[in-house]
Protein backbone atom coordinates (compact mmCIF):
# COMPACT_ATOMS: atom_id res chain seq x y z
CA UNK A 1 0.00 0.00 0.00
CA UNK A 2 2.70 2.42 0.90
CA UNK A 3 6.30 1.90 -0.53
CA UNK A 4 9.01 4.37 0.62
CA UNK A 5 12.56 4.25 -1.22
CA UNK A 6 15.69 6.02 -0.52
CA UNK A 7 13.95 8.64 1.42
CA UNK A 8 16.31 11.66 2.52
CA UNK A 9 14.87 15.28 4.13
CA UNK A 10 16.68 17.82 5.75
CA UNK A 11 16.44 20.82 7.71
CA UNK A 12 18.33 23.97 5.95
CA UNK A 13 22.19 22.52 5.76
CA UNK A 14 21.56 19.25 7.69
CA UNK A 15 20.52 16.23 6.67
CA UNK A 16 18.25 14.56 9.27
CA UNK A 17 16.79 11.09 7.57
CA UNK A 18 19.30 9.44 5.66
CA UNK A 19 17.74 7.43 3.14
CA UNK A 20 14.48 5.33 4.67
CA UNK A 21 13.27 2.59 3.35
CA UNK A 22 10.13 1.05 4.56
CA UNK A 23 7.25 -0.69 2.96
CA UNK A 24 3.34 -1.25 4.53
CA UNK A 25 1.13 -3.74 3.10
CA UNK A 26 -2.90 -3.18 3.30
CA UNK A 27 -4.41 -4.17 6.37
CA UNK A 28 -1.18 -4.11 8.40
CA UNK A 29 -0.25 -2.58 11.42
CA UNK A 30 3.25 -1.42 11.15
CA UNK A 31 5.18 1.00 13.80
CA UNK A 32 8.61 2.59 13.56
CA UNK A 33 9.92 3.38 17.27
CA UNK A 34 12.69 4.93 18.05
CA UNK A 35 14.25 7.54 20.60
CA UNK A 36 13.93 11.23 20.73
CA UNK A 37 15.40 13.17 17.65
CA UNK A 38 15.84 9.81 15.66
CA UNK A 39 13.78 11.64 13.04
CA UNK A 40 10.20 9.95 13.37
CA UNK A 41 7.91 12.96 13.08
CA UNK A 42 10.25 14.35 10.09
CA UNK A 43 9.65 10.55 8.35
CA UNK A 44 5.54 11.09 9.01
CA UNK A 45 5.59 14.66 7.37
CA UNK A 46 7.75 13.65 4.79
CA UNK A 47 5.01 10.95 3.86
CA UNK A 48 2.16 13.44 4.62
CA UNK A 49 3.53 16.03 2.33
CA UNK A 50 4.48 19.08 4.92
CA UNK A 51 8.13 18.49 5.02
CA UNK A 52 10.28 18.79 1.79
CA UNK A 53 11.75 15.26 0.55
CA UNK A 54 15.20 15.78 -0.47
CA UNK A 55 15.75 12.37 -2.33
CA UNK A 56 14.07 9.25 -2.70
CA UNK A 57 10.03 8.39 -3.31
CA UNK A 58 7.07 7.49 -1.66
CA UNK A 59 4.29 5.48 -3.54
CA UNK A 60 0.91 5.23 -2.27
CA UNK A 61 -1.84 2.96 -3.56
CA UNK A 62 0.38 2.41 -6.99
CA UNK A 63 0.55 6.57 -7.43
CA UNK A 64 3.66 8.85 -7.26
CA UNK A 65 3.10 10.89 -4.17
CA UNK A 66 6.79 12.57 -3.39
CA UNK A 67 6.06 15.81 -4.82
CA UNK A 68 1.95 15.47 -4.48
CA UNK A 69 0.63 18.63 -2.14
CA UNK A 70 -0.44 17.62 1.49
CA UNK A 71 -4.29 18.16 1.01
CA UNK A 72 -4.11 15.80 -1.96
CA UNK A 73 -2.59 13.07 -0.27
CA UNK A 74 -5.59 13.45 2.19
CA UNK A 75 -7.70 13.05 -0.69
CA UNK A 76 -6.35 9.95 -1.43
CA UNK A 77 -6.64 8.30 1.28
CA UNK A 78 -3.38 9.19 3.66
CA UNK A 79 -4.47 10.95 6.94
CA UNK A 80 -2.52 11.66 9.32
CA UNK A 81 -2.89 12.55 13.45
CA UNK A 82 -0.11 14.69 14.14
CA UNK A 83 2.26 14.88 17.32
CA UNK A 84 1.12 16.83 20.12
CA UNK A 85 -2.68 16.32 18.61
CA UNK A 86 -3.24 19.64 17.23
CA UNK A 87 -6.92 19.69 17.82
CA UNK A 88 -8.28 23.45 17.77
CA UNK A 89 -8.95 24.32 21.06
CA UNK A 90 -11.68 27.08 21.07
CA UNK A 91 -13.55 25.19 18.55
CA UNK A 92 -16.68 22.37 20.18
CA UNK A 93 -15.73 18.51 19.84
CA UNK A 94 -18.18 18.52 16.64
CA UNK A 95 -16.52 21.26 15.34
CA UNK A 96 -12.84 19.53 15.57
CA UNK A 97 -15.01 16.37 13.72
CA UNK A 98 -16.56 18.40 11.20
CA UNK A 99 -13.31 19.68 10.20
CA UNK A 100 -11.77 16.47 9.49
CA UNK A 101 -14.32 15.96 7.48
CA UNK A 102 -13.99 19.22 4.88
CA UNK A 103 -12.87 17.57 1.92
CA UNK A 104 -16.86 15.82 2.36
CA UNK A 105 -20.12 17.60 1.85
CA UNK A 106 -22.16 14.43 2.08
CA UNK A 107 -24.95 12.62 4.32
CA UNK A 108 -22.18 10.21 5.10
CA UNK A 109 -20.43 12.77 7.51
CA UNK A 110 -23.20 12.41 10.01
CA UNK A 111 -22.91 9.14 10.18
CA UNK A 112 -19.11 8.84 10.05
CA UNK A 113 -19.52 11.58 12.84
CA UNK A 114 -21.90 8.59 14.93
CA UNK A 115 -19.50 5.57 14.16
CA UNK A 116 -16.86 8.18 15.84
CA UNK A 117 -18.81 8.44 18.76
CA UNK A 118 -19.78 5.23 19.24
CA UNK A 119 -16.21 4.19 18.94
CA UNK A 120 -15.35 7.18 20.96
CA UNK A 121 -18.31 7.57 23.63
CA UNK A 122 -16.77 10.15 25.56
CA UNK A 123 -16.21 12.55 22.46
CA UNK A 124 -20.12 12.06 22.35
CA UNK A 125 -20.90 13.37 25.64
CA UNK A 126 -18.14 15.92 25.35
CA UNK A 127 -19.75 16.94 21.92
CA UNK A 128 -20.95 20.89 22.25
CA UNK A 129 -17.75 21.82 24.63
CA UNK A 130 -15.03 22.91 24.28
CA UNK A 131 -11.78 20.86 22.91
CA UNK A 132 -9.46 22.75 25.24
CA UNK A 133 -11.57 21.36 27.84
CA UNK A 134 -10.39 17.48 27.26
CA UNK A 135 -8.57 15.61 29.08
CA UNK A 136 -4.88 14.21 27.76
CA UNK A 137 -6.56 11.11 26.79
CA UNK A 138 -9.79 12.46 25.21
CA UNK A 139 -8.09 15.47 23.29
CA UNK A 140 -6.15 12.08 21.75
CA UNK A 141 -8.71 10.13 21.01
CA UNK A 142 -10.08 13.78 18.92
CA UNK A 143 -7.38 13.46 17.56
CA UNK A 144 -7.77 10.51 16.15
CA UNK A 145 -11.43 10.16 15.44
CA UNK A 146 -10.74 13.36 13.12
CA UNK A 147 -8.54 11.91 10.72
CA UNK A 148 -10.71 9.19 10.88
CA UNK A 149 -13.57 11.58 9.55
CA UNK A 150 -11.11 12.17 6.47
CA UNK A 151 -12.00 8.58 5.15
CA UNK A 152 -8.33 7.31 5.19
CA UNK A 153 -6.86 4.05 4.02
CA UNK A 154 -3.75 4.35 6.02
CA UNK A 155 -3.49 5.86 8.72
CA UNK A 156 -0.11 7.81 10.08
CA UNK A 157 -0.10 8.35 13.72
CA UNK A 158 2.38 10.68 15.29
CA UNK A 159 3.24 9.29 19.31
CA UNK A 160 0.00 8.91 20.15
CA UNK A 161 0.64 7.39 24.04
CA UNK A 162 3.13 10.59 24.50
CA UNK A 163 2.20 12.30 27.87
CA UNK A 164 -0.90 9.93 29.08
CA UNK A 165 -1.17 8.03 32.35
CA UNK A 166 -0.91 4.57 31.64
CA UNK A 167 -4.11 3.49 32.12
CA UNK A 168 -4.80 5.73 29.00
CA UNK A 169 -2.25 4.54 27.36
CA UNK A 170 -3.00 1.22 27.47
CA UNK A 171 -6.69 2.38 25.83
CA UNK A 172 -5.17 4.51 23.21
CA UNK A 173 -3.34 1.35 22.17
CA UNK A 174 -6.50 -0.90 21.99
CA UNK A 175 -7.94 1.82 20.05
CA UNK A 176 -4.88 1.39 17.24
CA UNK A 177 -5.33 -2.38 17.47
CA UNK A 178 -9.24 -1.63 16.44
CA UNK A 179 -8.52 -0.17 13.14
CA UNK A 180 -8.05 -3.37 11.86
CA UNK A 181 -11.59 -4.05 11.96
CA UNK A 182 -12.01 -0.70 10.11
CA UNK A 183 -9.90 -1.69 7.13
CA UNK A 184 -7.46 0.79 8.40
CA UNK A 185 -4.15 0.22 7.59
CA UNK A 186 -1.92 2.27 10.16
CA UNK A 187 1.49 3.40 9.99
CA UNK A 188 2.47 4.07 14.12
CA UNK A 189 5.13 6.24 15.11
CA UNK A 190 6.04 5.86 18.86
CA UNK A 191 8.73 6.31 21.59
CA UNK A 192 6.84 3.63 23.89
CA UNK A 193 8.46 0.94 21.98
CA UNK A 194 6.49 -1.82 23.85
CA UNK A 195 3.48 -0.47 23.54
CA UNK A 196 3.83 -0.01 19.76
CA UNK A 197 5.23 -3.75 19.24
CA UNK A 198 2.60 -5.01 21.23
CA UNK A 199 -0.11 -3.78 19.00
CA UNK A 200 1.95 -4.24 15.49
CA UNK A 201 2.15 -7.14 13.14
CA UNK A 202 5.82 -5.33 12.22
CA UNK A 203 8.35 -2.89 13.02
CA UNK A 204 11.60 -0.90 12.14
CA UNK A 205 13.42 0.51 14.55
CA UNK A 206 14.90 4.29 13.94
CA UNK A 207 18.40 5.17 14.83
CA UNK A 208 19.71 8.78 13.89
CA UNK A 209 18.22 8.71 10.65
CA UNK A 210 18.31 5.27 9.51
CA UNK A 211 16.60 2.32 10.10
CA UNK A 212 18.82 -0.14 11.93
CA UNK A 213 16.70 -3.44 12.64
CA UNK A 214 13.07 -4.16 11.14
CA UNK A 215 10.94 -7.55 11.23
CA UNK A 216 7.92 -8.78 12.90
CA UNK A 217 6.74 -7.20 16.20
CA UNK A 218 6.95 -10.44 18.07
CA UNK A 219 10.20 -10.98 16.70
CA UNK A 220 11.53 -7.82 17.76
CA UNK A 221 9.75 -7.55 21.55
CA UNK A 222 12.00 -10.34 22.06
CA UNK A 223 15.64 -9.13 20.51
CA UNK A 224 17.78 -8.55 23.09
CA UNK A 225 19.37 -5.65 21.84
CA UNK A 226 15.68 -4.30 21.63
CA UNK A 227 15.02 -5.33 25.24
CA UNK A 228 18.31 -3.52 26.51
CA UNK A 229 17.66 -0.30 24.05
CA UNK A 230 14.27 0.09 23.87
CA UNK A 231 12.55 -1.77 26.68
CA UNK A 232 14.63 -1.26 29.83
CA UNK A 233 15.06 -5.19 30.48
P1 LIG B 1 10.48 13.22 18.81
O1 LIG B 1 10.01 11.97 19.40
O2 LIG B 1 11.11 14.16 19.79
O3 LIG B 1 9.47 13.93 17.94
P2 LIG B 1 11.62 12.24 16.42
O4 LIG B 1 12.23 10.90 16.35
O5 LIG B 1 10.24 12.41 15.91
O6 LIG B 1 11.70 12.79 17.89
P3 LIG B 1 12.29 14.46 14.76
O7 LIG B 1 11.36 15.37 15.46
O8 LIG B 1 11.91 14.00 13.40
O9 LIG B 1 12.61 13.19 15.66
O10 LIG B 1 13.72 15.15 14.71
C1 LIG B 1 14.84 14.61 14.01
C2 LIG B 1 16.00 15.58 14.07
O11 LIG B 1 15.67 16.77 13.35
C3 LIG B 1 16.37 16.03 15.49
O12 LIG B 1 17.73 16.14 15.55
C4 LIG B 1 15.70 17.39 15.60
O13 LIG B 1 16.41 18.22 16.49
C5 LIG B 1 15.77 17.92 14.17
N1 LIG B 1 14.64 18.80 13.85
C6 LIG B 1 13.33 18.50 13.97
N2 LIG B 1 12.56 19.52 13.55
C7 LIG B 1 13.40 20.50 13.14
C8 LIG B 1 13.24 21.82 12.61
N3 LIG B 1 12.02 22.32 12.37
N4 LIG B 1 14.36 22.53 12.33
C9 LIG B 1 15.59 22.02 12.55
N5 LIG B 1 15.82 20.78 13.04
C10 LIG B 1 14.75 20.03 13.34
Not at 9 to 23: A, F, K, M, T, W
Not at 82 to 106: C, K, S
Not at 199 to 205: E, F, I, K, L, S
Amino acid sequence: MLTVEGLRSRYGRIEVLHGIDLDVDSGEIVTVIGANGAGKTTLLKCLSGIQPVSAGSIVFRGEAMTTVPAHRRVQRGLAQSPEGRQIFTNLTVEENLRLGAYLFADDKVDRDMQDAFAMFPILKEKRNLAAGGLSGGQQQMLAIARALMARPSCLLLDEPSMGLAPILVAQIFDVVKSMKALGVTVLLVEQNAFGALSVADRGYVMETGRITMSGPAAGLIADERIRAAYLGI
